[in-house]
């Protein structure tokens, strides 16, 4: 199991800003950084997989950047509106295991 | 939704007594993993089942078992339960092709409250 670390813990975002945070993890024997978006009482939803260094994936307005030789992925939400108010959590995987960080939760204000 | 189902929604038991839980993985999964979430973290691996088969486990003690059916459906099981093993139980079912990158679904989870 990896040591992943996220960051900030939680923030919070006045509606229309644009906002993004972090996900540590260990460089050596990367294979794929999975990101996902959990709303209070529902499923984590998957976002992103991510495996190649200098990858970017969009989604909408949800946006990840990968670096697997520093070990860390960082996740844009543009002009943040309140549906994006959830728990983001990042996962590295090793072959079939994903080692979750705590996520950031977003709390976006009207 | 996922298309992954868990139940019960919300449990409680006593320290000692023995749980089940169960999960109904993505139809054309055959591939279930099971993750426990305590308070303030993010999931932890305990094991996952491929074709009803363990295919691997995460460092959780022999107390927490599980089982895979024909239908991919799933069991986890925890016997003996002491008051850390409150947590919320999430599954996760895939359809494993590339192993790392294959995208894992997952339910809303089972809480379990241990007095």
Redesign the interface.
């Given at each position: 199991?990896l040591n992943?670390e996220?960051s900030p813990q939680s923030l919070h975002v006045q509606e229309g800003d644009s906002t993004n945070f972090t996900c540590s993890f260990p460089s050596s024997n990367f294979?794929?950084l999975?990101w996902?978006r959990w709303e209070t009482?529902?499923?984590?939803?998957?976002l992103f997989?991510m495996?190649l260094n200098g990858d970017e994936k969009k989604k909408g307005r949800i946006s990840a950047t990968l670096n697997t030789k520093e070990g860390y992925s960082y996740l844009y939400i543009k002009g943040s509106q309140p549906e994006d108010s959830a728990t983001y959590?990042c996962?590295p995987?090793?072959?079939?295991?994903?080692?979750?960080?705590?996520?950031t939760t977003v709390t976006v204000r009207a | 939704?996922?298309g992954?189902t868990q139940s019960p929604t919300h449990l409680i038991k006593t320290r000692g007594q023995q749980v089940t839980l169960r999960c109904s993985s993505q139809s054309g999964h055959n591939?279930v993993?099971w993750?426990q979430q305590a308070l303030?973290?993010?999931?932890?691996?305990i094991f996952?089942y491929y074709r009803e088969e363990e295919?691997?486990r995460?460092?959780f003690p022999p107390r927490f078992s599980g089982l895979q059916f024909p239908n991919y459906s799933s069991e986890l099981n925890v016997n003996a339960l002491e008051l850390d093993d409150s947590a919320l139980y999430?599954c996760a079912s895939s359809s494993?092709t590339r192993?790392?990158?294959?995208?894992?679904?997952?339910?809303?989870?089972t809480r379990l409250t241990v007095l």
């Amino acid at each position: 199991i990896l040591n992943v670390e996220q960051s900030p813990q939680s923030l919070h975002v006045q509606e229309g800003d644009s906002t993004n945070f972090t996900c540590s993890f260990p460089s050596s024997n990367f294979y794929a950084l999975h990101w996902y978006r959990w709303e209070t009482a529902k499923s984590p939803e998957a976002l992103f997989v991510m495996t190649l260094n200098g990858d970017e994936k969009k989604k909408g307005r949800i946006s990840a950047t990968l670096n697997t030789k520093e070990g860390y992925s960082y996740l844009y939400i543009k002009g943040s509106q309140p549906e994006d108010s959830a728990t983001y959590l990042c996962a590295p995987s090793n072959d079939y295991k994903l080692s979750f960080g705590a996520g950031t939760t977003v709390t976006v204000r009207a | 939704e996922t298309g992954v189902t868990q139940s019960p929604t919300h449990l409680i038991k006593t320290r000692g007594q023995q749980v089940t839980l169960r999960c109904s993985s993505q139809s054309g999964h055959n591939t279930v993993s099971w993750y426990q979430q305590a308070l303030g973290q993010g999931p932890q691996f305990i094991f996952q089942y491929y074709r009803e088969e363990e295919n691997g486990r995460g460092n959780f003690p022999p107390r927490f078992s599980g089982l895979q059916f024909p239908n991919y459906s799933s069991e986890l099981n925890v016997n003996a339960l002491e008051l850390d093993d409150s947590a919320l139980y999430l599954c996760a079912s895939s359809s494993p092709t590339r192993g790392s990158t294959d995208t894992q679904y997952f339910g809303p989870g089972t809480r379990l409250t241990v007095l």
